[in-house]
């Protein structure tokens, strides 16, 4: 039998995460929305989907893209995206040359295009190597979203970023949690869309 303060904090954190998507959503729900329509419109338009992040971001943008290129409900259609954080020889092989600021935007140089959307995970929304990714895609033409937490950070500030879904929490977790919950919301949005 769990011990009762095991159990407490158990139920503490369950909580705690539940109380932190209710409050995201609540303030952020229009926001996703919108980020939906963005990337339903670029499919429409023949356009790719992108994603990339740092560390366990990096696993929301390889669960995303998998959700995208493998749907797991019958009916809907598998829809082109891009893990920008798969490539780990491309990946150390610019970190080693010029910097880790430019492993994801070297990519985007090579394989995006006008009307593609970017889509970037990082729990701070400090993350230097994302900043500069946005950066080369709105010179590319292409749409950006941003998943952040705390209060958004860099990715709320930097002009880049067309949408940016902020996770108001100091705690990681929570903000990873919300995260997952609001991409597979997001897929599902567009593919309603579509």
Not at 102 to 120: E, S, Y
Not at 126 to 141: D, T
Request: a negative charge.
């Amino acid at each position: 039998m769990a011990s009762p303060n095991l159990l407490d904090s158990l139920n503490r954190k369950v909580e705690d995460s539940i109380k932190d998507k209710q409050i995201f959503f609540q303030n952020n729900a229009d926001k996703l929305i919108d980020a939906a329509h963005i990337v339903a419109k670029s499919y429409q338009q023949g356009g790719h989907l992108f994603a990339m992040g740092n560390g366990g971001s990096s696993c929301d943008a390889a669960h995303i893209t998998t959700e995208f290129m493998h749907p797991v409900t019958t009916g809907r259609r598998a829809l082109g995206a891009t893990n920008l954080t798969a490539d780990i020889a491309t990946m150390t092989a610019v970190a080693n040359d010029v910097g880790n600021e430019h492993i994801f935007l070297r990519q985007l140089i090579c394989l995006a295009k006008k009307n593609d959307v970017l889509i970037g995970f990082s729990t701070s929304g400090n993350s230097v190597n994302l900043i500069r990714a946005f950066a080369q895609a709105k010179e590319l033409g292409m749409s950006t979203i941003g998943f952040s937490g705390q209060t958004g950070g860099e990715m709320a500030k930097c002009g880049s970023v067309d949408i940016c879904l902020t996770v108001e929490t100091d705690s990681i977790h929570r903000v990873q949690e919300s995260h997952l919950t609001s991409y597979h919301i997001l897929w599902d949005l567009v593919h309603s869309l579509l």
